[in-house]
Nanobody, 113 residues
Framework: QPQLVESGGGLVQPGGSLRLSCVSS????????MGWYRRPPGQGRELVAT???????LYGDSVKGRFTISRDNAKSTTYLQMNDLNSEDTAVYYC???????WGQGTQVTVSS
């Protein structure tokens, strides 16, 4: 079972940007599809983006054109570049290894002026 550790969350103003990172250990990272999910306050978990081992990507409708998922297999790291953030992006963001169904502990993103 891989271990996933997210970082990069924080407080940002509307229109700002953040980059989240997720470092994986304990598995052959390049063989896993990876994803980012989020849980807004008082709501259920929702898909943000996924990336396959072949670097194919998929995005949730609410983040298309603003967020970019990527991966660096040499660093066993998955990234989420988030641009043009708004208050509806406020959530705890979780990294997910789809192959092993493993989750990170989450990182808080708060968009507020």
């Amino acid at each position: 079972q891989p271990q996933l550790v997210e970082s990069g969350g924080g407080l940002v103003q509307p229109g700002g940007s953040l980059r989240l990172s997720c470092v994986s250990s304990g598995s052959i990272f390049e063989r896993s599809a990876m994803g980012w999910y989020r849980r807004p306050p008082g709501q259920g978990r929702e898909l943000v983006a996924t990336i396959t081992d072949g670097h194919r990507t998929l995005y949730g409708d609410s983040v298309k054109g603003r967020f970019t998922i990527s991966r660096d297999n040499a660093k066993s790291t998955t990234y989420l570049q988030m641009n043009d953030l708004n208050s509806e992006d406020t959530a705890v963001y979780y990294c997910h290894d789809l192959k092993w169904d493993a989750w990170g502990q989450g990182t808080q993103v708060t968009v507020s002026s």
